[in-house]
């Protein structure tokens, strides 16, 4: 159970963490579908829709949280088991 969350604890916390730094990617690092057009960024527009960088921080929190407690599952078992 412990491995269990740890990996789902880093899995997430790296995901939230890569969702931050994908804000801070350069609008123009893709080739655009168009070249002869004078369009040199991306317009930002919000959605209705469901988007899962909303997710971010719960994503980083989350992660954290079952990292934490995975620590505190290990120290449970050792101290439990070495008595």
Known sequence: MSKL??????????????????????VDFLPKADPESDIGYYRVAPTDGFSVFS??????FIGAVLI???RYVSK?????YTC
């Open 68 to 70: 934490l407690m995975n």
């Open 5 to 26: 969350l740890l990996i789902l604890g880093v899995l997430l916390l790296t995901a939230g963490i890569l969702f931050y730094f994908s804000d801070l990617l350069p």
């Open 55 to 60: 997710l971010r921080l719960p994503l980083v």
């Open 76 to 80: 449970t078992k050792s101290a439990t």
